[in-house]
């Protein structure tokens, strides 16, 4: 029994060294909250939920967008929303950093710091250069659904 026991303990360090080995760096299998409002800013959730949410890392190999937002703020739901919609054709080529101000993690709070200028919802792009390509608060367009300069500015980026 202890040598199952000290077998389990060993794969159980080797995945925490490997986790450390490769940190998460951005947020994943984003989609929307429930219960949203697009309308009024009747919504109590954060509109965008997903894995490693807290994960706040400027990619050095790819570009990354950056969204500050809120809940209770029907223009961060609708930008939330065109963000969610772009996610599963650029997950793998930019890497999302979702920011809840109301919440932020630890490390979230270097780039709210830097990037964050007091309105939601608020994009941020920088190039896998590292250069701010794009920083500007408001929605990036004036119908609810319309992607077409979120993705424009997404494909710039690459």
């Not at 219960?35 to 400027?58: H, M, Q, R, V, Y």
Request: hydrophobic share 40%; aromatic share 8%; charged share 20%.
């Amino acid at each position: 029994m202890n040598l199952m026991k000290l077998a389990a303990a060993l794969l159980y360090a080797f995945a925490l060294a490997c986790i450390a080995s490769h940190p998460a760096r951005a947020a994943s299998d984003l989609h929307l909250a429930p219960n949203l409002s697009f309308t009024d800013d009747s919504s109590s959730n954060f509109p965008i939920a997903g894995d490693s949410i807290g994960d706040a890392k400027i990619a050095g190999d790819r570009a990354t967008i950056m969204f500050f937002g809120t809940a209770h703020c029907w223009n961060t739901n609708r930008e939330a929303e065109r963000l969610v919609a772009l996610y599963p054709k650029y997950r793998d080529k930019i890497d999302f950093v979702i920011v809840d101000l109301d919440h932020p993690s630890p490390s979230q709070q270097s780039l709210i710091a830097k990037y964050y200028r007091g309105l939601i919802p608020t994009i941020t792009v920088i190039d896998r250069k590292g250069e701010v390509i794009y920083d500007r608060a408001g929605e990036t367009a004036g119908t609810r659904g319309d992607t077409s300069k979120l993705e424009a500015l997404l494909n710039s980026a690459k």
